[in-house]
């Protein structure tokens, strides 16, 4: 069974091109990992007459993976460690995995590792 993750970034005084720099950055590293696939997420179809078929939402991204704990703690891992660098440490990420949403931003390290261990337990425990 497949289980999705999604990630939703925002990042203040950054425009929309480098918001959408940012994403394509954490979906190529999100894409090392053994996921099944790693996705925009949907805005819609494209209005009629565009050349594209479907518009995304910039800053989203779902993560779709074979439901197991240890990967989805993998996904954390990543996420977490691409928001402690460079141009992403500025950056609030939220992600979500089914009804529970956690928001990596404004906590230390130690914080975020009790948070996440707590909401991977909890995510897998009503799924």
Do not use: C, Y
């Not at 977490?80 to 950056?91: E, T």
């Not at 979500?96 to 991977?120: N, P, R, W, Y």
Request: glycine share 6%; hydrophobic share 45%.
């Amino acid at each position: 069974m497949s289980e999705q993750i999604r990630i939703d970034l925002q990042a203040a005084d950054v425009d929309t091109a480098q918001l959408d720099e940012l994403t394509r950055a954490l979906r190529e590293e999100l894409l090392q990992l053994d996921v099944d696939d790693v996705t925009s997420v949907s805005a819609g179809p494209a209005p009629p007459g565009s050349k594209a078929v479907e518009l995304a939402v910039i800053g989203s991204l779902i993560v779709t993976l074979k439901g197991t704990a240890e990967l989805a703690e993998k996904v954390m891992s990543v996420v977490r460690s691409w928001l402690n660098r460079g141009a992403a440490a500025d950056a609030d990420v939220e992600v979500t995995i089914g009804d529970h949403t956690i928001k990596l931003s404004g906590a230390s390290k130690e914080q975020q590792d009790a948070l996440v261990a707590e909401f991977v337990r909890a995510a897998r425990a009503s799924s």
